[in-house]
């Protein structure tokens, strides 16, 4: 099916469920963006910085750009411009960087906060004492130019259901005793951010209202090998 089919398809399963789409275009030529953004899709989320940037000079300047993949604070300055919103604000450092450069480009920027969730080590994010401890820091409060908009969580990488319902469920339960602990006032406390193409319908059954989908837009990665010479 095409990528135009795809997303129609997938706009008619999730906006009655009030789930909001992020089209993951990693490695994806801006002609297919461009499909995607004619079929009306208007949030694509990047995982490697320069990848972004290229991307942002190149396509139509309506489109919101999300950094989903891990960031580096020496990476920061690049983004910080134009950047909708940060999934992947996995530490207090990075966090602290982002608002930095917020003030510099007088932006407050939209930040998810990345949990700890699977049981693999090659996952980044926060564990719970970390997310509780930096809330009741006043250095926390200080930062100004930054917005939490919710949680973020990548589930382990298993054919095992039970398993990642209850990673979904555990980060469901986070979010919202984070929410009645520190946002109880701000309505802008509202994004849980998980699922990709291989879980995204256990996440929605778990609560998630925002889901990063790639494959199931673009179709599967080919892998191309090259004769040498």
Request: include cysteine; aromatic fraction near 10%.
């Amino acid at each position: 099916m095409s990528i135009t089919t795809n997303i129609e398809e997938i706009q008619q399963e999730l906006a009655p469920l009030s789930v909001t789409l992020v089209a993951i275009s990693k490695t994806k030529s801006n002609e297919d963006i461009l499909e995607a953004y004619n079929a009306g899709q208007r949030l694509f989320g990047e995982n490697m910085v320069q990848e972004l940037v290229d991307k942002y000079e190149a396509l139509p300047k309506d489109i919101e750009w999300h950094l989903v993949g891990h960031l580096q604070t020496n990476k920061v300055k690049y983004i910080a411009p134009f950047i909708s919103l940060i999934h992947s604000v996995d530490s207090f450092k990075l966090l602290k960087e982002i608002n930095k450069h917020a003030v510099k480009n007088n932006r407050v920027i939209d930040c998810l906060l990345q949990v700890f969730i699977a049981e693999e080590e090659t996952k980044y994010g926060f564990d719970h004492a970390e997310l509780i401890e930096m809330f009741q820091q006043a250095e926390f409060a200080e930062l100004k130019n930054v917005r939490i908009r919710g949680l973020m969580g990548i589930a382990t990488n298993t054919d095992k259901e039970k398993e990642i319902k209850e990673e979904f469920y555990e980060l469901k339960m986070l979010f919202d005793g984070v929410k009645v602990s520190y946002y109880r006032k701000e309505d802008t406390f509202d994004i849980l951010s998980m699922g990709m193409s291989s879980d995204y319908k256990l996440a929605i059954e778990r609560g998630s209202n925002m889901v990063r989908l790639g494959s199931t837009i673009f179709g599967k990665r080919v892998i191309k090998h090259f004769k040498t010479v």
